[in-house]
């Protein structure tokens, strides 16, 4: 991998031995066809981030899928924004319930965080949610955070966990963001119609503006790939290398924490 003369980019190597992660899980990730929650998914994802919890490393979950899971449970008259957020309050308790039964096969505990992008954007409400995951991670517990969908209507509107993950990743000192997806990655090409699309294996920070050509807002978006590149963006910009992978790959964080090609790889510069 080539260097510039005051830095250098960050390779999967230096990703593999990340200390703290914040992984993101998308609604595709944990349901199924039916929008119902899928506990097979669930528990794979599970089983991934304790791959990385057993290497020693800190991992903070941003779950979707609240929404997904209440709208197979309880179903809506339509799609309206106020349909789909009381269908998320169904739907969180279910989705924790299941991340609690699943993290308890490794005598693993967990903690619900719900926020949204004014949490986010306050000093001192961020200040407030950093010290709650800095002392859950104190315990060895998994904090897991999702947009409080029952007061915010963000991510209903444009799926922003994608947004709120990388913002996260910033403000907590995360030393990798990996989003997890239903494709395998950042595509020339939406590669569930076009068989010919090639997944991207690794984009520097200075080549993010031709990642757009691919992912902008003229083109297809394929998995919500628009966001998770601008999540990716974000995170770079801080120094922070980001990875988009697919769930379904298996032992996928494993395979990251070995620093193998998987997914899409985010290499920002940093100085030397």
């Known amino acids: 991998m080539s260097a510039e003369a005051d830095g250098r980019y960050l390779t999967r190597e230096d990703a593999a031995e990340a ?16 929008s119902k929650l899928d506990r097979l998914k669930l528990d794979k ?16 979950l941003v779950s979707s899928g609240a929404i997904g899971a209440g709208t197979g449970r309880a179903p809506t008259a339509n799609s309206s ?33 719900l926020v949204t992008h004014h949490d986010l954007e306050d000093s001192r409400r ?27 209507i963000e991510e209903i509107q444009v799926g922003d966990n994608d947004i709120i993950s990388s913002s996260i ?19 020339t ?3 569930k119609e076009n068989p010919d699309a ?30 998770k590149v601008e999540g990716a963006e974000r995170v770079n910009e801080e ?10 790959v298996q032992n996928v964080l494993e395979k990251v924490a070995e620093g193998e090609n998987v997914g899409t790889f985010f290499a920002p510069e940093v100085d030397e």
Do not use: C, H
Request: glycine letters at 8%; zero cysteines; hydrophobic letters at 40%.
């Open 126 to 152: 961020f200040n407030n949610f950093r010290n709650t995951v800095e002392t859950l991670l104190d315990w060895g517990v998994v904090p897991v955070v999702n947009e409080n969908d029952a007061v915010a």
């Open 45 to 60: 994802l599970v089983n991934d981030i304790m791959d990385l919890v057993e290497r020693g490393k800190e991992v903070i």
């Open 239 to 248: 120094g922070i290398p980001a990875i988009i992978a697919g769930s379904q």
């Open 169 to 187: 990743a910033v403000g907590v000192d995360a030393d990798l963001l990996v989003t997890l997806t239903d494709v395998d990655g950042v595509y």
């Open 19 to 34: 200390e703290r992660v914040v992984v993101k899980a998308g609604t595709n990730s944990l349901t199924d066809d039916d």
């Open 189 to 191: 090409d939406n590669p």
């Open 198 to 227: 090639e997944l991207i294996d690794e984009v520097r920070e200075d080549e993010i503006d031709e990642i757009w050509d691919y992912v902008g807002e003229d083109t297809p978006d394929f998995g919500g790939i628009t966001t």
């Open 81 to 113: 924004v106020e349909d789909l957020q009381a269908a998320a309050t169904v739907g969180q308790s279910d989705l924790m319930r299941n991340y609690d039964e699943s993290f308890e096969r490794y005598g693993k505990d967990v903690a619900q965080i």
